[in-house]
């Protein structure tokens, strides 16, 4: 055998072997973060979420961001929202909800979503969204905005030209690279990256302790779920593009929550400045805040839901005086 053909077995089976660890670490994710709450039925698809609370009360809907799931809002915000009536979501495609085949967009996600409130029979509700969670919310509210009382937008990612989406996301559905990126790359490589995400998402504030385990990110090192977060960050600045400019017909009362100290998007541009396009818009900053806000400031959340739900009674009174 060849000095060539001899690098090129070798090679091949650091791959196979590769691939065997990777698969074991994915079946390993799995294991220690199940599914922990119920599935819905929606037009064929599971839906993963969990409800809380009392649910006498008004619904509040929370749509996590990209690369999470329920886990992830839940441990910030359950202790704090302990009366309130409370779904959270795993969105299509991340956590353990199914996403249905074909290009998706927030139009099809927003549509399954009103779908997943029938299913719930939840009329509407205040939505909560943090970062990609709150351009969906945004969505649901253009599209479909009978099922929405009113918003809370998390540290927003709102407007086109965010920057440019990382080179692996669209990397993640070339031939040969995909399979690669998706199967081997993200399943070996994901959990020190992961670590170094979290530190980004939180500075300047603290990332909390065991973040990665109680909020289940592993997750997204499933090739599936990797693909899906993968498909909406490659499209994310032409989805944005598509419904940014119809903000300011949105007339739901919305509070934006943000930190100037954020490194992960420009709250100014994405939070501030959408506000005060919005008729009933109002921008909330908390300062030395990050991007995941809601872990070190769940009551400035809770009482943005609180006077959203305020603004909504003094709205129906003044229906009710002018009736």
Do not use: C
Request: hydrophobic share 50%; no cysteine; glycine share 8%.
């Amino acid at each position: 055998m060849t000095v060539a053909a001899l690098i090129a077995a070798a090679a091949l089976l650091a791959l196979l072997l590769g691939i065997v660890v990777a698969r074991l670490r994915v079946r390993r994710i799995e294991r220690e973060h199940p599914p922990r709450a119920t599935f819905a039925d929606v037009g064929g698809h599971r839906l993963h979420y969990r409800r809380t609370g009392d649910p006498a009360r008004p619904a509040v809907l929370v749509l996590h961001g990209a690369t999470s799931n329920l886990e992830e809002p839940h441990m910030a915000l359950a202790e704090t929202f302990a009366d309130e009536h409370v779904i959270w979501l795993d969105r299509p495609g991340l956590g353990w909800s199914e996403r249905p085949d074909g290009a998706w967009s927030p139009q099809r996600e927003a549509a399954l979503i009103a779908d997943f409130l029938d299913t719930l029979d939840i009329p509407a509700a205040i939505v909560i969204g943090h970062s990609w969670g709150a351009a969906i919310a945004m969505r649901l509210a253009i599209d479909h905005p009978s099922r929405v009382d009113g918003l809370v937008l998390l540290a927003p990612a709102l407007s086109a030209w965010i920057g440019r989406a990382a080179w692996f996301n669209t990397a993640s559905f070339w031939p040969l690279v995909g399979p690669l990126i998706s199967h081997l790359a993200v399943p070996l490589a994901g959990p020190a990256q992961a670590e170094a995400g979290a530190g980004t998402a939180f500075s300047p504030e603290a990332v909390p302790q065991d973040y990665l385990a109680r909020s289940a990110l592993p997750l997204l090192l499933r090739p599936a779920v990797w693909k899906a977060n993968a498909a909406d960050m490659a499209m994310v600045n032409m989805h944005l593009e598509q419904q940014e400019t119809r903000y300011e017909r949105l007339d739901h009362p919305a509070i934006v929550l943000a930190g100037k100290g954020d490194t992960v998007v420009w709250s100014k541009r994405h939070g501030g400045q959408v506000a005060e396009r919005m008729p009933r818009g109002e921008m909330r900053w908390i300062p030395g805040a990050g991007h995941n806000l809601h872990h070190h400031h769940p009551h400035a959340v809770l009482e943005a839901v609180r006077d959203v739900r305020e603004q909504l009674r003094e709205t129906a009174k003044s229906a009710g005086g002018a009736a």
